[in-house]
């Protein structure tokens, strides 16, 4: 195909032939294109029964099925490729998808850390590194970005999402997708890109790992769907991965209102949905569907094209479609989608296109790519409290370097670490070394049981004190006592949701230990979720929140901790004073009772504090800045918000500045406030920037209770500061007037 076509040739152009191949396939080689089977290269969901090998191998050696994942390595593909390609009777290439999460081979943060960074050009510079490396190792396809929005750190898979904050989580997840997939598909190193979970994964309930979500239409349209239709509208992700749970008690793989409705329909979706793993075949355990063949009929019937890893498809479609069940219609529609991407990754015109050795060899774990995960890292990490001067640390001072994450160099990878190698990130102590500093260490207590890098559950520990004396000593006759404590990779992530979200093991009680011989502690916390920290924040003068920051996770830690780093991360999840106050998020409604009053009679804890330990948007730097002069201006089609924003400090820094709104009254009742921009300014100690940001008619409407998007008169607060506590406040008055020139969505 000449270069010289325009995407709308190219489009037509394979339009036309995948016409002319549906009008040659056979049911069964349809069929074959909605089957996807894993390899065994990496084990990301329940093992099929045995016998199921011999019936994949067979049919992948006849080059009968569409699309694998969980192949990696540019041999391994190779090989399967020339079985579709040469054993087949029409030849169709198959795609190679694998979870390329924050990374290949070069790790970077975590995708809840990236999130903390409010950085979208590094955000999205991170995902084209993993796109790269992911190409160079044959796929063309990411089962990424994760664009669940989620109130619950009980949930292992936090780590994988943008947060609480449907906004930002928009705002990421076009980020992402644009890294992935770059500005052609049809590239040697650009992948598919996945928006997933389709739909409300997040909202598991009490955070149990595939639980119930049970949420209204308002919730769904408001909070749920915003990076789904954002990544839609303006990043044109080509494949949507639907969900494990119910919703309304619909399993997502069988929801046609979601996957056809509004996804197919709405959205006028043309990529490809793909189930999630035995998704299908799990609607029997839902109670949803009674077995296997009516599980294959209600997922093609809603809109879910290719089945992963449930064989219903494999085993029954062929039989719906003769008894005419499902019209071969349904089955065309989910072809022509596999099909149309297949195309647009350019695998028809070069089945090997992303297999090629040389670029293995050369485009992995590159220099280059390390140093954008040292730039990642740097900017992810929160500063959470800084008193007394703790930091950044002073040269003059002893330092005690105290726990076992503090040389862990497997932990900082994250759960989701695709072909990373084990043990292979900068630890905090090679970081330490690296940079020179001159400290003691002390292990202090394992986190947990045997090799942190095993996939299996997590085994605590809660009983070998070996090393708490000897750090509890050493504490005592140091300066300084730098003391990080936390999860291993595998304590957060898919099947990792946690019912205490305090620091695992004997870590609470190795800190206060150390705390009565010596309070001078900077407390670093890594983790893959928020953590219940309301002792040390209590107690200790300074906190990071360092979550799991990949490859380069040592470095970035050692530049902030010693000032060489300015940090500027905001938090992108609120933190829990209690795990009992979860969820617990800074976009709630107000309820009829908001306090404080001075009788019991109010919304409450009679325990516990209503707010946060931290803020959704907090985050401190080792400057501070002020905000003022804060005005709106209605335009013809948007508000203009503008206000200054100072580095009163005496160094230079990075500051997020915020903007909330709060529609005061509305036709359903709407959240206290809402984040409706950002920008991350870097200001010169003293200097002062005047910002302008936009509010448009996406920003100051919403979904009512029909999923209808509204924009009402009224009055709105804007707030703006640099946390969602943003103490700067005005308000303006949109008239109907104003909106009829906004233009409703
Ligand atoms: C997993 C996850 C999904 C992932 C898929 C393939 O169970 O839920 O996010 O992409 O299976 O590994």
């Not at 089957?35 to 329940?46: A, E, I, K, L, N």
């Not at 990421?172 to 590239?187: C, H, T």
């Amino acid at each position: 195909m000449t270069s010289t076509l325009t995407h709308a040739d190219k489009t037509g152009l394979y339009e036309t032939r995948i016409d002319e191949l549906l009008a040659e396939m056979t049911l069964t080689e349809k069929v074959g294109q909605l089957t996807q089977f894993s390899g065994f290269h990496d084990v990301t969901g329940p093992a099929p029964a045995e016998w199921r090998a011999a019936q994949k191998h067979h049919l992948l050696q006849n080059g009968l099925i569409g699309s694998m994942l969980n192949v990696v390595g540019v041999e391994a593909v190779r090989n399967y490729q020339k079985f579709a390609v040469e054993n087949s009777r029409l030849g169709i290439p198959m795609m190679f998808a694998y979870d390329v999460i924050h990374g290949q081979k070069t790790m970077c943060p975590i995708p809840l850390a990236e999130a903390a960074s409010w950085d979208l050009n590094l955000i999205r510079k991170s995902a084209r590194v993993a796109a790269i490396e992911a190409a160079a190792q044959g796929l063309n396809w990411t089962f990424a970005p994760m664009v669940d929005v989620s109130r619950e750190p009980r949930w292992g898979r936090v780590m994988e999402g943008a947060g609480e904050d449907p906004y930002l989580g928009s705002r990421i997840a076009e980020a992402r997708v644009k890294g992935f997939q770059g500005d052609n598909l049809s590239a040697n190193d650009t992948i598919l890109a996945t928006i997933k979970h389709f739909a409300a994964y997040g909202f598991a309930e009490a955070g149990k790992e595939y639980n119930t979500a049970e949420i209204g239409t308002t919730t769904l349209h408001n909070m749920v769907l915003p990076p789904f239709d954002a990544a839609l509208k303006n990043a044109n992700p080509r494949s949507v991965m639907n969900a494990f749970n119910t919703v309304n008690g619909i399993p997502g793989t069988g929801d046609a209102a979601l996957q056809r409705d509004w996804l197919k329909g709405n959205q006028k979706f043309d990529g490809v949905v793909v189930s999630d793993w035995g998704s299908a075949l799990e609607m029997i355990a839902h109670g949803f569907v009674a077995d296997e063949r009516e599980a294959a009929k209600v997922a093609i019937l809603a809109g879910s094209d290719i089945d992963m890893e449930s064989y219903v498809y494999l085993d029954h479609l062929e039989n719906l479609v003769e008894s005419g069940e499902v019209d071969e219609a349904v089955i065309d529609d989910a072809v022509r989608r596999v099909l149309r991407v297949k195309f647009e990754l350019g695998l028809f015109d070069d089945p090997y296109r992303y297999i090629d050795s040389e670029r293995e060899q050369t485009r992995l774990f590159t220099e280059s790519h390390l140093n954008t995960a040292l730039a990642m890292a740097r900017k992810s990490i929160v500063l959470l409290k800084n008193e007394r001067g703790a930091l950044p640390l002073s040269a003059d001072k002893k330092i005690a370097l105290i726990g076992a994450l503090a040389v862990d160099q497997d932990a900082p990878l994250g759960n989701w670490r695709a072909d990373a190698d084990a043990h292979s990130a900068m630890s905090i102590m090679d970081g330490f070394d690296e940079a020179g500093l001159d400290y003691v260490y002390s292990y202090g207590v394992t986190v947990q049981l045997g090799d942190s890098h095993f996939e299996y559950p997590v085994h605590v520990n809660y009983e070998n004190r070996d090393g708490f004396d000897e750090a509890v000593a050493i504490a005592r006759d140091m300066d300084q006592v730098v003391l990080v404590v936390g999860e291993t990779a595998r304590m957060s992530g898919e099947g990792r949701s946690r019912a205490d979200i305090g620091l695992p093991g004997l870590q609470q009680e190795l800190l206060e230990a150390i705390h009565a011989v010596n309070p001078n502690i900077v407390l670093i916390v890594m983790s893959g979720r928020p953590l219940v920290l309301s002792w040390a924040d209590a107690n200790v003068p300074a906190i990071v929140q360092v979550w799991h920051l990949g490859h380069r996770s040592g470095g970035a830690i050692t530049d902030v901790l010693t000032g060489k780093e300015n940090p500027s991360g905001k938090l992108p999840m609120s933190f829990p004073r209690s795990v009992g106050q979860i969820p617990i998020y800074y976009n709630h409604l107000n309820t009829g009772r908001p306090g404080p009053r001075d009788e019991v009679t109010w919304a409450h804890y009679s325990d516990e504090k209503n707010s946060p330990l931290y803020a959704f948007g907090h985050g401190l730097s080792y400057t501070w800045f002020e905000y003022s002069d804060l005005t709106t201006r209605l335009e013809i089609d948007h508000v203009d918000v503008s206000f200054r924003v100072k580095n009163a400090g005496h160094r230079d820094g990075e500051e997020v500045a915020q903007l909330y709104i709060r529609d005061r009254v509305a036709s359903i009742a709407r959240p206290v406030k809402e984040l409706k921009g950002f920008e991350k300014v870097h200001l010169s100690a003293g200097e002062t920037k005047r910002i302008h940001l936009k509010l448009k008619g996406d920003e100051l409407g919403f979904f009512n209770t029909q999923g209808n998007f509204v924009i009402e008169q009224g009055e709105f607060d804007v707030f703006v500061g640099g946390t969602s506590d943003a103490p700067l406040h005005t308000m303006f008055n949109l008239s109907d007037e104003h909106i009829m020139s906004f233009g409703a969505k």
